[in-house]
């Protein structure tokens, strides 16, 4: 099997793997309040990333954790990890996944504003399609307003920023501890809501408290499963593959919790979809002014 066709099989497995998780989350946070669940699942996956870290002989937190690329990178996971849980709990599954799939086009946005990278005008004007995609399923006219929605755009530009400032975190750290970074993170987020949650803490039941452990060990196994992507084909053939999370999400959002998205959110998803496939595509292709 080529480097290619084993990064795409990994990124469709962890996309798969990353689809379960949040339908993992989203099924208990009805009973148990977000923030409490969310600490939970942040210390599951912790305790795994730091067992992977020990066995592999690192230390578990590198001291390039200060620089501040790496701080930055941690605010924005934050915010990502703490808006996306909370549009788990309170926004159907079908929308959250829908406005997660515009994180590749703000991470472009953002390489091209904030890192100097060239965008060609048709790479523009595909992202510009992509966030119009996001628009319709916001649709902000007065009586149609998704104000819940608002959320899991929050989360996806929080991703989008982590993803971006990973490119400039320092080579030195590895994939598990920047593991240990990201689930501690989740950690955090958890206890920011935790003064905000609609109900008191909790013992969760026992059913609760499995489906959140399952919940971390799936979601770090996704994780793994996306380092192995990325490092296994190019970037611009595997990334596209990021969006069969959405095929999978659509699916458990029917299947499991009886969402019927609207034409809306299905037109929306497809703009957002579509668009940044093309513009995944669009990178491989060299602009004319650097062609030699």
Same mark, same amino acid.
Request: charged residues 5%; positive net charge; hydrophobic residues 60%.
């Given at each position: 099997m080529s480097g290619n066709a084993l990064g795409a099989l990994f990124m469709c497995v962890s996309m798969f793997l990353f689809a379960v998780e949040d339908a993992l989350f989203k099924s208990v946070t009805p009973g148990l309040p977000p923030g409490e669940a969310t600490l939970i699942f942040g210390v599951t996956a912790t305790a795994i990333y730091?067992?992977?870290t020990l066995n592999a002989r690192e230390p578990v937190l590198h001291p390039a954790i200060l620089r501040p690329t790496l701080l930055i990178r941690t605010f924005f996971e934050i915010m990502g990890r703490l808006f996306f849980a909370l549009a788990l709990a309170w926004t159907p599954l079908s929308v959250t996944s829908?406005?997660?799939q515009a994180a590749p086009l703000v991470v472009t946005a953002g390489a091209a504003l904030l890192l100097g990278e060239r965008v060609g005008p048709a790479r523009w004007?595909?992202?510009a399609i992509g966030f119009a995609g996001v628009i319709l399923i916001l649709r902000p006219t007065p009586d149609a307003f998704r104000i819940d929605a608002?959320?899991?755009l929050a989360g996806m530009v929080g991703f989008a920023m982590r993803d971006l400032f990973t490119r400039a975190s320092p080579p030195a750290v590895?994939?598990?501890q920047l593991g240990v970074i =990201?689930?501690?993170v989740i950690i955090v987020a958890g206890l920011i809501m935790l003064p905000f949650d609609p109900?008191?803490?909790?013992m969760p039941e026992a059913g609760e408290l499995l489906r959140l452990v399952?919940? =971390?060990s799936v979601g770090a196994a996704a994780y793994f499963a996306l380092t192995r992507a990325m490092r296994a084909g190019e970037v611009s053939v595997v990334a596209p593959f990021r969006y069969s999370r959405l095929l999978v999400a659509l699916g458990f959002a029917y299947v499991f919790f009886g969402e019927r998205p609207d034409l809306w959110t299905l037109a929306g998803g497809l703009l957002i979809v579509t668009s940044g496939i093309y513009t995944l595509l669009r990178a491989r292709q060299p602009l004319p002014s650097q062609i030699t």
């Open positions: 730091i067992a992977l829908a406005i997660l004007i595909a992202m608002l959320l899991a590895s994939a598990n =990201g689930c501690s109900a008191p803490p909790r399952l919940t =971390g």
